[in-house]
């Protein structure tokens, strides 16, 4: 398949959740547009924070099954791998891509979506403000997590210092690649994170974009991991490999039969900036015109 072809299955879509106030209206009148228990998933939680992203999460996941694949409204069906994996399941809806699949995330003020036409591709955001105030020093925080990381990775980290900012910048990063590996193969709980080791593109840049992923000492050139700082204090990462190494299958079911386009490392195809939208920009046709007219009222 044509590179330009497989670009269109290509997303990056990014929501601050601080831009939208959400009325009850407002609320109520986008969460009518899920399916019941995409509604009932939603609701379970208890602060507003948490449902806004979780409602956000999954009116991207619904514009990007009618936008890039054409799926109608309401025939759009999202299910989940056994370890949660969101994945579009339409039997009988032509896929034109190989390997179809997305992921999202979402943490402080931001949820993310990715999706990739040809690649196993798993996304995670997360602030790097401490979580905690007063917030602990960050080589205290850190002990919590020393079995995460191998010590090479840990070696990285604290050459982000001297600053706390710098310190938690890197932890963050780190973080984020060994989510975006996790979410990308659709593992869930259970994996030994200090398995995957992470390294920088080239290796002695701590600030690059780009990383590469060991697994059990075997580097892996075939992953590739991009970073991006999200507004002040957020990091996203997307993790990008093989489909072959999907834990369940995830990936909308394909009637081509092109084989995937194999990036090579460092390569920047297929991949694109995030972009910022409103929530306003989650509706579709006349569902915007239903959301302007009520504001105005
Ligand atoms: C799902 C998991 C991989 C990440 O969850 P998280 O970071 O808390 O949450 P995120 O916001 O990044 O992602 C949540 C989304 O991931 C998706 N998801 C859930 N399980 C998933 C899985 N197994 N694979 C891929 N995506 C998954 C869901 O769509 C969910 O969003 P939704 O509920 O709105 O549909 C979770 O299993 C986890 O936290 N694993 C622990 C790994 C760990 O210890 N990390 C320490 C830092 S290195």
Excluded at 66 to 74: A, K, Q, R, S
Excluded at 113 to 122: E, N, W
Aim: glycine share 6%; hydrophobic share 40%.
């Amino acid at each position: 398949m044509e590179a330009s072809k497989m670009e269109s299955g290509v997303r990056r879509w990014a929501v601050d959740i601080r831009g939208w106030e959400a009325t009850d209206e407002e609320f109520a009148y986008c969460l009518s547009l899920l399916p019941e228990e995409e509604t009932l998933a939603v609701n379970r939680y208890v602060h507003l924070a948490d449902r806004k992203r979780a409602l956000i999460s999954r009116l991207l996941q619904r514009k990007l099954a009618h936008e890039v694949l054409g799926i109608p409204l309401d025939r759009i069906q999202i299910q989940r791998t056994c370890e949660g994996k969101p994945f579009l399941a339409n039997p009988g809806v032509q896929c034109p891509f190989p390997c179809f699949n997305y992921n999202v995330s979402h943490h402080g003020a931001y949820v993310v979506l990715a999706s990739d036409p040809a690649r196993l591709v798993g996304v995670d955001v997360m602030t790097h403000s401490p979580m905690r105030q007063p917030a602990p020093p960050a080589v205290e925080f850190f002990k919590n997590f020393t079995k995460c990381y191998t010590p090479y990775e840990w070696a990285n980290v604290m050459k982000g210092g001297p600053t706390e900012t710098g310190l938690l910048d890197q932890f963050y990063r780190y973080w984020c690649m060994k989510e975006a590996y996790i979410k990308a193969v659709g593992i869930g709980l259970g994996f030994e994170l200090r398995r995957a080791e992470f390294h920088y593109l080239p290796e002695n840049d701590i600030l690059s974009r780009r990383a590469t992923v060991s697994i059990d000492g075997v580097r892996r050139p075939e992953w590739i991991f991009t970073l991006d700082r999200l507004g002040e204090d957020h990091w996203v990462c997307v993790g990008r490999g093989p489909p072959e190494e999907a834990t369940s299958s995830c990936s909308f079911p394909s009637s081509s039969k092109a084989a995937p386009v194999v990036a090579q490392p460092g390569e920047s195809v297929l991949d694109i900036d995030f972009e910022f939208l409103a929530v306003e920009d989650l509706l579709i046709k006349d569902e915007k015109l239903f959301w302007r007219t009520s504001r105005t009222m």
